[in-house]
């Protein structure tokens, strides 16, 4: 994972960071039974202030970070913590709205989320059965991370509406 940071960090070219985004992505997917909930909580962490400090990156490689993010959102929203993983998420997403330069990103998460937990055909492709999708699907459902995003939304579009 030090590499992969190490190359995010070094300012290299647009098709090396979009490699390494998705060298990462795959690596602690991959390995995600054995990484502790802190390193976890870490990398996730580390590619959100990645993002939202580096704002000249091309899109694409915005977009598959956002993916990351939301993937190890999924990915441990059924852990034994999975409540917790997805309160910290969506706290760290309303920060975010909260600074009118980054809404965009605050957004795009939001929307990245839901298209990733709406359904088995909006799901990226991460090596897990239906039955896993399905869970987690049914897990966003029934600890109310469906509402306290609703709320975020309606809360966004009525700043919006009273802007001048």
């Known amino acids: 994972y030090q590499l992969c940071r190490n190359i995010l960090e070094s300012h290299c070219s647009d098709y ?24 976890k909580t870490d ?6 202030q990645y993002l939202i400090q580096n704002t000249s990156i091309p899109q694409y490689v915005r977009e598959h970070l956002m993916v ?12 034994s913590n999975g409540q917790q993983v997805l309160d910290v998420f969506i706290e760290e997403v309303s920060h975010i709205l909260m600074d009118q ?16 937990f709406s359904n088995s055909t909006g799901s990226s492709a ?5 039955e896993f999708h399905l ?3 049914k897990a966003i459902e029934q600890n109310g991370g469906l ?14 509406t009273q802007e001048p």
């Open 135 to 137: 869970r987690c699907k």
């Open 68 to 79: 990351f993010i939301v993937l190890t959102v999924k990915r441990g929203i059924l852990d």
């Open 16 to 39: 090396v960071y979009f490699q390494a985004v998705c060298t990462l992505k795959e690596s602690v997917l991959r390995e995600w039974p054995i990484l502790s909930s802190e390193e």
């Open 126 to 130: 991460i090596g897990m059965s239906l």
């Open 43 to 48: 990398l996730r962490q580390y590619i959100l």
């Open 147 to 160: 509402l306290k995003i609703f709320t975020i939304t309606i809360q966004i579009l009525q700043h919006c």
């Open 101 to 116: 330069s980054h809404k965009d990103i605050g957004c795009t998460l939001l929307k990245t989320l839901l298209t990733e």
